[in-house]
């Protein structure tokens, strides 16, 4: 039931009387598992069989026409993913809980350069970077890493920063993460790192990320899980609240990536309870 709410982003109850109008049709089994309630097409013989063959058909000639399809799709695909991913819920508990126990030399910048020190020596584009606080930690093991923002301001400072760090492959550029002034084909990872959601147009910002990539190249995006915190627009200048995991995993195929995963990676425990979305893909071979 979980999973159908999920999918078909509609209300239990909605759910529950489509699904007992299927059962006492013939159509739907189901059976309690611990919390759950399980639902399976009922298996048929003979002509029922036909008929139900027949129905199938007629549903899948009105799914073809509907809107909504597409994004169901979508949902599905996502939810099974999760279904498959077993580990996801151990992680998903230990969420917010890394910090709050002082542990000597544990902290999320320790944590940080030790991830990044598996990462080979990439030519790396942060669109939206800000000031590059990221871009500066990448620097230190990318071949090269191109910051791009549109606040003058913001690049002015980078700069200074990058220049009192010794940061010779750190190059920022004045820009905009949907037209961003970096040579087509030429990096071999996009990063939007809590910038997306301040685009006019995420999409377009995506396909100028997909275009500056090489074949095979891979896009990486943080941003915020959709929201209804109406204030971040006038508090953080956000254009959007946040994306849900299906407009993301849509926005990215409609531009061309494959292999995209999806997945929430923190929850705030503090209101407004913000939750953070991974997303990554890559750009075709």
């Given at each position: ?50 008929a139900q063959a ?31 991913d077993v580990a ?165 195929e409609s531009v ?30």
């Amino acid at each position: 039931m979980a999973e159908l709410q999920e999918v078909l982003s509609l209300g239990q109850s909605n759910i529950s009387a489509q699904l007992a109008k299927l059962k006492e049709a013939g159509l739907v089994a189901d059976r309690r598992s611990g919390k759950n309630r399980l639902y399976r097409v009922e298996a048929a013989d003979g002509k029922a069989r036909e008929a139900q063959a027949h129905l199938f058909a007629l549903v899948e000639a009105a799914i073809a026409e509907m809107r909504e399809a597409r994004q169901d799709r979508s949902a599905l695909t996502l939810a099974l993913r999760k279904r498959a991913d077993v580990a996801r819920a151990y992680f998903d508990a230990l969420a917010g809980k890394f910090g709050r126990q002082y542990i000597p030399g544990r902290s999320w910048k320790a944590m940080g350069e030790m991830m990044l020190s598996f990462v080979p020596p990439l030519v790396v584009a942060d669109l939206g970077a800000g000031e590059g606080t990221v871009s500066q930690m990448l620097a230190q093991h990318a071949r090269q890493v191109i910051a791009v923002d549109n606040s003058e301001k913001m690049v002015a400072y980078g700069r200074q920063l990058a220049k009192e760090h010794g940061f010779m492959n750190l190059d920022y550029r004045l820009g905009d993460m949907e037209e961003p002034p970096v040579e087509s084909g030429s990096v071999d990872v996009v990063l939007f790192s809590q910038a997306l959601h301040h685009a006019q147009k995420p999409k377009k910002a995506l396909e100028a990320a997909y275009s500056l990539l090489k074949p095979g190249g891979q896009v990486i995006i943080l941003d915020l899980l959709k929201h209804t915190f109406e204030k971040a627009r006038v508090l953080y200048a956000d254009v959007w609240l946040g994306f849900s995991e299906v407009e993301m995993l849509e926005m990215l195929e409609s531009v061309g990536f494959l292999e995209t995963d999806i997945r929430v990676v923190d929850r705030e425990q503090k209101a407004p309870w913000f939750q953070t979305l991974l997303a990554t893909a890559r750009k075709q071979p």
